[in-house]
């Protein structure tokens, strides 16, 4: 026993080594099993959502957007101007037997507001099967003429309207109205002096000398010069000053600002000037002291003509 030799290899030596095997082994199985449970669980989620989709949207196709007993049997139309309710509808896009609930309606409002003759646009559905429209138009008070080349080489005069606001438009075709114009058109003060490329269909010109010309024609039918004289040109090429030609041939400087108080201003000098047996020629009122005129002889001045008719465009209270 005491000459025993222990051997060199340590490793060889039979000690106790603590087994931790079968721990180990059950971490992993439980490790696996909670995977598969959330594996499990998230595809029976997904399988689940997909199916409730799909029956959805066959339910909602099925029982809705396909359903017969929602198909457009009535487009009720209506508009304050003289647009054709048979053009309108073109422009709508909107066709019977279309199912009512599927029509995108903002997509029917936006595709007749892009009309520049259409101000603005209000749809509402009636449940079962009718569409109601309700349009507001533009209503031009000027006339823009641009030229533009013509086809045989020379210059064609394009002809544009404007709004109150400062939206230019094309003229209606006759096609495209309710009512036809009066004999020889419709007649409107002439914007002279834009540069061709402000004018454009469906854009407001925000320059201040038309936006000013347009206030003063407005300002005109409601002054006491209404139905003594007639707008025939407003030329809106200075920053600074309106000159208008009449039909009666005088020629009137305006301002930009206070268009009523030159107005009135302007009805006083002609006032005076019917006294004195006289037709205005020229007049400044952009200036405030000491105005300037010119005169003509009552014989040289035009007549003022009867008012020139204008197509019906009364604005309706409800439409």
């Not at 199916?51 to 209506?78: H, I, M, P, Q, T």
């Not at 058109?185 to 201040?208: A, N, Q, S």
């Not at 009449?246 to 006294?275: H, N, P």
């Amino acid at each position: 026993m005491w000459f025993k030799r222990k051997p060199e290899n340590r490793r060889l030596e039979r000690e106790h080594v603590l087994d931790v095997k079968l721990r180990t082994s059950q971490v992993k199985a439980v490790r696996n099993r909670w995977v598969a449970v959330v594996l499990g669980t998230a595809f029976c989620l997904v399988l689940g959502s997909y199916l409730a989709w799909s029956v959805g949207e066959w339910a909602l196709r099925g029982l809705v957007y396909e359903n017969k007993a929602f198909a457009l049997r009535e487009l009720d139309v209506r508009t304050d101007g003289v647009l054709a309710v048979d053009q309108i509808k073109r422009w709508a896009g909107v066709r019977l037997d279309d199912n009512l609930l599927a029509l995108d309606l903002a997509r029917v409002k936006r595709y007749l507001e892009l009309n520049p003759a259409i101000e603005s646009v209000s749809i509402e559905r009636i449940l079962p099967r009718t569409l109601r429209i309700r349009v507001v138009e533009r209503e031009p008070i000027a006339q823009i003429n641009i030229p533009r080349p013509g086809p045989d080489g020379g210059l064609d005069l394009g002809v544009f309207q404007i709004d109150a606001q400062g939206y230019v438009m094309l003229p209606l075709a006759p096609y495209q109205r309710s009512a036809q114009p009066p004999p020889g058109g419709e007649l409107y003060p002439l914007l002279d002096g834009l540069d061709p490329t402000e004018v454009r269909p469906g854009r407001r010109i925000d320059l201040p000398p038309v936006q000013a010309a347009l206030r003063l024609i407005d300002a005109f039918e409601h002054s006491p010069m209404e139905g003594l004289v007639d707008l025939k040109r407003i030329d809106v090429s200075s920053p600074e000053v309106l000159v208008v030609t009449t039909g009666q041939g005088s020629e009137v400087t305006f301002g930009l600002a206070d268009t009523e108080r030159q107005m009135l201003r302007w009805r006083e000098i002609y006032d005076c000037a019917q006294k004195l047996n006289r037709a205005i020629a020229t007049l400044d009122l952009a200036i405030t002291n000491n105005i300037p005129a010119r005169w003509l002889e009552v014989g040289a001045a035009t007549p003022p003509p009867a008012k020139p008719a204008r197509s019906p465009h009364i604005r309706k209270k409800h439409v």
